[in-house]
């Protein structure tokens, strides 16, 4: 880690601590290291999201990206305008954007969070938590040649979404790092290449082949009238 890496991590640190007394929730740090595949405490959950807030605030996060396609540039730009790390920025760009986009974190091979944007969570687009990393990804490509390098390419929107339409592209800008065996994807796509689907209230997505056949009007039991 640099002295930039290790001082970006410094300030997240430092937010989630005000979060435990701002929120009034104990810590509980010690009890899984941190690369442990173990669910962390629910106060440990629930105080990243208000360090996020306190590092990146919303209004000013939005006043300051630029209306362009994601780009290497672009995350670094928001990451360095708001001195935290660039998965960091990624992520947030996800979460807050207008087009259908997504930030996951792997590390060792499998997916471990995924922030989506509205967009994306409206047609119920879903990626597995603890999934193995879709071998067709950019990510999948760059954990395999095992260099600290970030790759941006197109590739099918398929290979990340489950259950989701075939023909479609998005983009994925990927970055590993090598030394954690941790690797961050982007992914995005133009909104004119987003599948009209509906979901249901728990947010799946709903399948024609899964509706009901359609009605007839005749009733699948005998009718009183044909009595004799
Ligand atoms: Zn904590």
Known sequence: ???????????????????HILLDLPSSHEEVPSWAYAKRHPNEVACDPFAVE????YQQWLSTVPK????LELIQYMADEFGTSFPAAASRFASLSDIPCAFVTMERGYVRYTTRSLQLKRVGAWISP????????????????????TVTAKIAQDIWFENWEKGLDL?????HYQPMDTTISLLWFDSEDLPEVEVNRFGTRI???EDLSELTGELPWPGRNKRH
Do not use: G
């Not at 970006?8 to 989630?16: A, G, K, M, S, V």
């Not at 983009?171 to 970055?175: G, P, S």
């Open 171 to 175: 983009w994925e800008l990927a970055r």
């Open 54 to 57: 306190l590092l990146m605030p």
């Open 68 to 71: 362009e396609e994601p780009s």
């Open 1 to 19: 880690m640099n002295s930039l890496e290790i001082q970006e991590r410094q300030r997240f640190t430092i937010c989630h601590e005000i979060a």
């Open 130 to 149: 603890r999934s193995s990393i879709p071998s067709d990804s950019v990510a999948h490509r760059l954990r395999t040649s095992s260099v600290n390098s």
């Open 207 to 209: 399948k024609d082949n």
